[in-house]
């Protein structure tokens, strides 16, 4: 599975730089000082387009965890004070949820 997503993100990475280099061509530039500050600017587009996916990745994390967290006090109020049940009573649906919101 490790080396399928490693993988993919290369290819995805590749495929990426291939694109936005059509918008730039290596060609036009004269001189070796040239090339050298058009592929400056490829890669600044490309480490500001894995900074952002990282970002997303982040703020997705954090919103699933608030979620989860909401089920967790969620189940925690359906089966303690609307059902009277213990904690982690097998009697309760909620009880995945409960035991996830836990580890969060």
Known sequence: EG??????GLLALFVFVRIVATHY????AATPVA???????LFEIVAGYGLGGS?????GRVGGGIY??????????AGK????????????????????GDNV
């Open 81 to 100: 004070v609307i059902e009277n049940l213990p904690e982690d009573d097998p009697r309760n649906p909620a009880t995945i949820a409960d035991n996830v």
């Open 3 to 8: 080396f399928t997503l490693v993988s993919v």
């Open 55 to 59: 970002t997303i990745a982040l703020f």
């Open 25 to 28: 061509d290596f060609t036009k």
């Open 68 to 77: 989860t967290k909401a089920a967790d006090v969620g189940a925690d109020l």
């Open 35 to 41: 090339r050298l500050a058009v592929a400056k600017q």
